[in-house]
């Protein structure tokens, strides 16, 4: 596989980083993890927004600090991002998880993936935690292998007022 790195949100990638956006909103998928969903509108400020996230700065008071990563290759084309929470709150616990992760639409089935949950792991690590949880949707048989492959274990499932069921697992670091 190509070199993949997980960089800091960086106006350095500003049109490689719209052009994954831009992408993913075509396919008319719900946009994983939220931060993609961030208004792109000024650039600047969107980065700035992510990065103060990190020292939970200007973030409302019930959030949780969390830190972005875009996953790059060495073409600088943006393949994922990623969203590391620093701690769980009781929605976050049941129904959300430490990561959250996705993968341009044209780039999946490529293992990208279980890359990206790797070097974000790595990440977490830095970030002092012993332990995080992931959760996925119970059909999203991708997400799930994803996880596995990444040494996840199955803690119980979550069910959504709506009826969804949620898998969760713990990764140890």
């Known amino acids: 596989m190509e070199q993949l ?4 949100p960086s106006m350095d990638y500003e049109s490689e980083y719209l052009a994954f956006y831009k992408e993913w909103k075509e396919s008319g998928e ?5 931060v993609i969903s961030e ?5 600047q400020a ?3 927004f992510l990065l103060d996230s990190e020292q939970r700065k200007n973030i409302p008071s019930n959030w949780v600090p969390s830190s972005t990563f875009w996953l790059v290759n060495e073409n600088k084309k943006v393949i994922g991002v990623v969203n590391i929470r ?6 976050l616990f049941n129904s959300g998880g430490h990561i959250g992760y996705g993968i341009r639409p ?3 089935r490529k293992g990208y993936a279980t890359k990206l949950l790797s070097l974000s792991l790595e990440k977490a690590k830095e ?3 012993e332990k995080v949880l992931l959760v996925c949707d119970a059909k999203n048989i991708g997400s799930e292998k994803t996880i596995l492959k990444n040494g996840g274990i199955p803690d119980t499932d979550f069910m959504k007022e709506d009826g969804t069921i949620l898998k969760r697992y713990w990764i140890h670091l």
């Open 127 to 129: 970030l002092a935690l």
């Open 30 to 34: 719900v946009m994983i993890p939220w």
């Open 39 to 43: 208004d792109r509108s000024n650039f």
């Open 106 to 108: 044209s780039e999946r």
């Open 86 to 91: 620093h701690q769980l709150t009781e929605i």
């Open 5 to 8: 790195f997980l960089i800091r």
């Open 46 to 48: 969107m980065i700035q």
